[in-house]
């Protein structure tokens, strides 16, 4: 069974910086293309970032460009989101999702398994 | 980016009853590749999303066959046949066409 398990988010001071984590099992992790979608409190659903199965494509919403870095360790089957110069607009629940593809090459079927999401919220 | 707009924004419905939404892009959706990349996803209440829909119309597994998509081009629809209380939440539209990938503003189900 695919499983994605969210973790890192919390608390944050404006300006600061936070490193969220999603563990991935049930798939060769390798294979497929994962993301980020935020969810801000009682908003829609936004894309934020992806990466290749291979890692070597990275991809950023203008919202984050400059401030977020993706990235996955295939040791530990682990995609991360590093997020550095948070704002009050960065709070929200993230999300990660797994695709069914290896690489973002063209249209495709997004967000086929979602993770339970972790919460961030950006305060003084 | 491409805008998805969806209406309503709020759908009270009957149990048992069929229930419609309708979702629009600002752009054609259909891919060089002829198909036409436009999902449907639910979220309950609390919960996680969860895609219902892929590629207009393609249930994905353990959907239940009340729910179906259709549309072509910039048109698409999401239609429950019979309304179930395990439906109530929102559900959004999203294109897999253009880069980068936009959701719809959601709409909200609720029971009467």
């Known amino acids: 069974e695919v499983q994605l398990l969210e973790s890192g988010g919390g608390l944050v001071q404006p300006g600061g910086s936070l490193r969220l984590s999603c563990a991935a099992s049930g798939f060769t992790f390798s294979n497929y293309a994962l993301t980020w979608v935020r969810q801000a409190p009682g908003k829609g659903l936004e894309w934020v970032s992806a990466i290749s199965g291979s890692g070597d494509g990275t991809h950023y919403a203008d919202s984050v460009k400059g401030r977020f870095t993706i990235s996955r360790d295939f040791s530990k089957s682990t995609m991360y989101l590093q997020m550095h110069s948070l704002t009050a607009e960065d709070t929200a629940v993230y999300y990660c999702?797994?695709?069914?593809?290896?690489?973002?090459?063209?249209?495709?079927?997004?967000?086929?398994?979602w993770g339970q999401g972790t919460m961030v919220t950006v305060s003084s | 980016d491409i805008v998805m707009t969806q209406s309503p924004l709020s759908l009270p419905v009957t149990l048992g009853q069929p229930a419609s939404i309708s979702c629009r892009s600002s752009q054609s959706l259909v891919y060089s590749d002829g198909n036409t990349y436009l999902n449907w996803f639910q979220q309950r209440p609390g919960q996680s999303p969860r895609r219902l829909i892929y590629?207009?119309?393609n249930r994905d597994s353990g959907v239940p066959d009340r729910f179906s998509g259709s549309g072509s081009g910039t048109d698409f629809t999401l239609k429950i046949s019979r309304v179930e209380a395990e439906d109530v939440g929102v559900y959004y539209c999203?294109?897999?066409?253009?880069?980068?990938?936009?959701f719809g503003q959601g709409t909200k189900v609720e029971i009467k």
């Open positions: 590629k207009v119309s």
């Open positions: 999203m294109q897999g066409t253009h880069w980068p990938p936009t």
């Open positions: 999702a797994k695709e069914p593809i290896s690489d973002y090459v063209g249209g495709w079927d997004a967000f086929e398994i």
